[in-house]
């Protein structure tokens, strides 16, 4: 069936589990479905602009109250929203980041953080994570140190991911928040798989910046997400814009330059309001979905040979695997080789691993059913049995 | 006497808000086939919510059938 010309209806979350690790936070709820049938034209929420012109005074849908409200709940002063985490970051790095400044990042940071760093000028510097792959504040006091004595200054800004895309674990951000701020270093929280997934406070945190992903983690489509940030760094980078034309004196009212004008002006931001009540209080019941986890990563690791690679018991829904020692045994003498293993979870109605990938694969259970949960685990335990691997009965 | 239909009338204005009410009734039946996946084995909830959006998505079908072609 084609919903257009040569393109596929896609009906991947209507016919499997899905448990890509970057798509399992975006699926988007009911109403932001409904939301985007009514929303999907270009302007679409512009129909009610009046004067101040732009997006986040815009009442009708009720864009202005949409963006108080995302602050209030980041516990951070204001909030715009953004084409995707990595506008955020950009935004942020123009403001702050000259030409040769160094900036801190993790040794399991996102590349559009640095990629924000390089556009804008700077030079990056990595904060190590330790053996269990977690960033601690005394490596971000080691590397701001080091920075010191590299470059005669400390770092003009660090972008630290809450959880990482890699391993899926938390990091100390407020303990390395309190370290940067002892040298006046501005930090930027990377929520991109924790806003909209688990509670997340800025303030507690003692970052300046938050920034989340709407197609990740707030069940909104792409590219969308979120840039909160204190009262101070707000009047910074949020700054209206104070340019005029020679010829015809035109100025453009309170326009600000980091967000180019007006940033998500249809289907993107209306699926992520629309789902906005909903993402808010799903973040109250993580442990539900720490649960289901366990159920899913207790198979597996009744699968003998199978290891996880993420800190260990989880703390987040997305993992990372190794299988070198069990499924992987199996693709060398199969004649499907590594695909048996994507190609026996797609046959029970599982996807989203990557097609071929037995040794090191990540996953990610959230928003998952118990029901779907428990279907999972049995999957896994299904394939080891049926290709000879030994399989751990469950005490 | 022809009726012509202009923006606005509540008739026409009916019959576009049927079309919407379907279309969101079915996006709730799909939510179920997304709850439900890869099996789509109904509990007795789920056999009841499925069950009352086909008979809302009957009657708005209906309806708008009367609004669209009297």
Known sequence: ?395 | MPVHYVYGDPVSKRAVDLTFQAIYTLTDLRALFRKTAPTHELDSDQRAEAGRLLENLERQVASLRQEMLR
């Open chain 1, 1 to 395: 069936m084609r919903c257009g010309s040569g393109i596929e209806t896609r009906q991947v979350d209507e016919l499997f589990i899905n448990i890509d690790p970057i798509q399992a936070g975006g699926r988007l709820t009911p109403d932001a479905m409904k939301a985007i049938i009514a929303y999907g034209d270009g302007y679409s929420v512009c129909d009610n602009c009046r004067r101040p012109n732009r997006l986040d005074y815009i009442t009708k849908p009720p864009i202005a109250e949409f963006h108080k409200d995302v602050a209030a709940w980041l516990n951070m002063d204001a909030a715009r929203t953004v084409p995707g985490a990595r506008r955020g970051f950009q935004a942020v790095s123009q403001t702050y980041v000259n030409k040769g400044d160094p900036v801190l990042v993790t040794s399991l940071s996102h590349y559009t953080e640095f990629l924000a760093i390089e556009e804008a000028g700077g030079i990056a510097r990595e904060i190590p994570a330790d053996k269990n792959k977690v960033v601690t504040a005394d490596a971000a006091t080691a590397t701001i140190e080091k920075v010191k004595k590299e470059f005669g200054r400390p770092p003009v800004l660090a972008i630290i991911d809450h959880v990482d895309y890699q391993y899926g674990n938390v990091h100390d951000v407020a303990g390395i928040a309190k370290v940067a701020h002892g040298d006046d270093i501005p930090v930027i929280c990377n929520g991109a798989y924790t806003v909209g997934i688990l509670p997340v406070d800025g303030k507690c945190m003692g970052v300046d910046f938050v920034v989340g992903s709407g197609h990740k983690s707030m069940a909104a489509p792409a590219p969308s997400g979120i840039l909160a940030a204190t009262a101070e760094r707000a009047a910074e980078v949020f700054r209206t814009t104070a340019i005029e034309g020679d010829v015809t004196g035109r100025k453009f009212g309170i326009k600000e330059p980091e967000m180019m004008g007006c940033t998500l002006m249809g289907a993107t931001l209306i699926g992520m309001m629309a789902s906005f009540p909903h993402v808010k209080e799903r973040v109250k019941h993580f442990e539900r979905e720490l649960a289901n986890n366990r159920i899913v990563m207790d198979a597996l690791l009744s699968v003998d040979g199978t290891r996880v690679l993420s800190e260990y018991p989880r703390k987040h829904t997305m993992s990372r695997m190794d299988t070198s020692g069990s499924f992987d045994q199996i693709a060398a003498a199969h004649r499907k080789k590594g695909f048996y293993f994507s190609g026996s979870l797609s046959e029970r109605g599982i996807r989203g691993i990557i097609p071929g990938a037995t040794k090191v694969w990540k996953f990610n259970t959230y928003s998952i059913t118990r029901k779907q949960a428990e279907y999972l685990a049995e999957a896994f335990v299904a394939i080891a049995r049926e290709n000879g691997l030994p399989v751990r009965e469950s005490s």
